[in-house]
Each structure stands twice: as C-alpha cells, then as structure tokens.
C-alpha cells in the first residue's frame, strides 16, 4: 500500500493558474490534485484516458462541444476518454480538487515543467 499526504505534493503550473500535482497510482488508475486559480482557463484538450473528478473547493465550469456544466464542491463529474474538454475558474477564488485517471496518465506533460 501507498500512502501520498497533500502536504508532501510538489505542484508543477501546467498552464497560467493552472497548478497540478500527480498523487497516487496503480497500473489501472492514478489520482491527480489541482488548484485553479480565479479567472484561470485549462484550454480545450482530449487525452484517451477516462477521468472522472471531485471538486471540494470553488466552482468550475466544463465545456464540451454540447454542454456546459458548473460543479462545485461537492460535486463529482466524469468526462469520456477523447472527448475533447476545456474549463473555466470563472469565480473569484481558487477550485481545488481530484481527478481520477484509468487507465494511468504515465509522465504528463506539465510533470517535468
């Protein structure tokens, strides 16, 4: 068993305001913590890897092609892998929360920035 404390996280900027921090993985999944900061945007991507999520802190909004959609905390969200993604901090203070990735996003990008 693993064991990852939020405090010991070393967050890297994927992009302006946007500050990830890879947590815990396995073979078939891996837990990511990020912090979006006010007024910060994640660009529209798509990666081939389900994610599903848990905001506990902020609200962020999601936009696909068909939908958006604001969750809070509390609230949890699960995006299809491929489907092409963008969110929006459009509030005044940071959104902090988790992602879960399956299978395992194997050295991101923005790990090595």
Same mark, same amino acid.
Do not use: K
């Given at each position: 068993? &693993?064991?990852?404390?939020? $405090?010991?996280?070393? $967050?890297?900027?994927?992009?302006? *305001? ?5 947590? $815990? ?11 979006? #900061?006010? *007024?910060?945007?994640? #660009? ?8 599903? *999520? ?10 696909? &092609? ?11 969200? $699960?995006?299809? *892998?491929?489907? !092409? ?8 203070? !940071? ?8 299978? !395992? ?7 090595? &920035?």
């Amino acid at each position: 068993m &693993e064991r990852v404390s939020l $405090a010991d996280l070393e $967050a890297a900027e994927a992009a302006d *305001g946007v500050h990830l921090a890879l947590m $815990a993985g396995s073979e078939s999944m891996n837990v990511q913590h990020f912090e979006i #900061e006010a *007024g910060a945007t994640v #660009e529209e991507h798509s990666h081939p890897h389900e994610q599903t *999520g848990f905001i506990y802190e902020g609200e962020l909004t999601f936009l696909t &092609e068909d939908d958006e959609i604001t969750c809070g905390p509390g609230d949890s969200y $699960a995006i299809p *892998g491929d489907q !092409p993604h963008a969110a929006e901090n459009r509030g005044d203070e !940071p959104v902090r929360g988790v992602d879960i990735f399956s299978p !395992p996003r194997e050295n991101p990008s923005w790990q090595d &920035e």
